[in-house]
């Protein structure tokens, strides 16, 4: 009687411990990060994990956005990292250290990269590593481009990826030798001239999956420049600097065309191949753009070797008011959890 009594508090304790620890895990999740549950659609059964972290171009804006999309229209279930100050709790993309919940691309089928100048501890570097060296796709917005930048731990086995690297193999970072660039200049004139996307007609005309429904591209960021891209680039669409910041903007023939979306094959050192897209658009006020979120969208699927699910024209649609905070720095929403930005 004694051992049964014993056996049932031993159960009873199992049970209560059991039920707080999945409570904290759902306390932390609406703390740190985000999740969409899958909709119906082609991407039931996969994990998209979407990292945001910059200082400029409200990546904690657009990745809440484009991860609903890709649950509710397309049956992805997806998850979105933030940058968090660890003192408050609040999504602070100016604290460069922090980006809890990156242990979860373990799982993931995709990652979507926007982030700008980090240095992670290594504890939280070491899953992106991980994830690169996995062979799975990764698609890079923005500021993935120079998406870490290490000037506290030199010594860290992860500062290969700086984005201004010099180590032999790894020149250029991350952004370099895993996107196709890195880090070069603006441009366009920033916070002056916007991009006006120009469809590849050669990759249109042979019918690439990505570009499936998409025409019209039109962002008030700049161009960047980018130099003959690294590792054997596939340009979707080249960006055009347009005379003012408005869609209807003429364009500057002064300037000539960047790539501003391609696609490429990344070999890691463990011998696995991803597949990779890049694009330098995707500020939270581009995705206002219905054919740069169906480009993203279509690239998630193409990532996924799951092209021929891509639909004729995507459903991008927006629920509700969607009113993105402009970029620049210091700009942020301040103040904000995580589940603010649900």
């Excluded at 960047?258 to 011998?271: C, D, I, L, N, Q």
């Amino acid at each position: 009687m004694a051992i049964e009594k014993r056996l049932a508090i031993c159960i009873g304790l199992f049970l209560l411990l059991t039920s707080l620890n999945i409570q904290c895990v759902d306390a932390q999740q609406g703390e740190q990060w985000i999740s969409y549950e899958a909709g119906e659609g082609a991407g039931n059964g996969k994990h998209i994990v979407l990292v945001s972290g910059d200082e400029e171009y409200r990546s904690e804006e657009a990745l809440p956005l484009l991860g609903e999309i890709l649950a509710k229209h397309h049956g992805f279930e997806t998850t979105v990292l933030f940058a968090i100050d660890p003192e408050t709790g609040n999504v602070d993309p100016e604290h460069q250290t922090n980006i809890p919940g990156l242990e979860q691309l373990q799982e993931a089928d995709l990652m979507v990269l926007f982030t700008r100048f980090r240095e992670l501890p290594d504890e939280q570097m070491k899953y992106i590593d991980e994830y690169i060296h996995s062979g799975k796709p990764i698609l890079g917005m923005r500021t993935a481009t120079h998406a870490f930048n290490y000037k506290r731990n030199t010594d860290s086995p992860y500062a290969k990826y700086d984005y201004a690297s010099e180590q032999e193999g790894w020149e250029g970072g991350f952004g370099r030798q895993i996107l196709g660039e890195t880090w070069i200049d603006h441009h366009g004139v920033h916070g002056e001239e916007g991009t006006r996307g120009l469809v590849d007609g050669i990759e249109q005309r042979k019918g690439h999956p990505i570009l499936r429904g998409v025409d019209d591209i039109w962002g008030p960021t700049d161009v960047y420049g980018v130099r003959e891209l690294e590792g054997n680039p596939n340009v979707l669409v080249w960006g055009q600097p347009t005379e003012g910041m408005t869609p209807e903007a003429s364009l500057n023939w002064q300037k000539s065309v960047m790539p501003v979306a391609w696609t490429k094959e990344y070999t890691s050192e463990a011998g696995n191949t991803s597949r990779i897209f890049t694009t330098t658009m995707g500020a939270s006020v581009d995705l206002k753009s219905e054919d740069l979120r169906r480009l993203l969208v279509n690239a998630s699927y193409w990532g996924l070797q799951m092209e021929e699910d891509i639909p004729e024209e995507s459903d991008v649609s927006i629920d509700g008011a969607y009113n993105p905070t402009m970029f620049g720095f210091g700009d942020h929403q301040k103040g904000m959890k995580p589940s603010d930005f649900k």
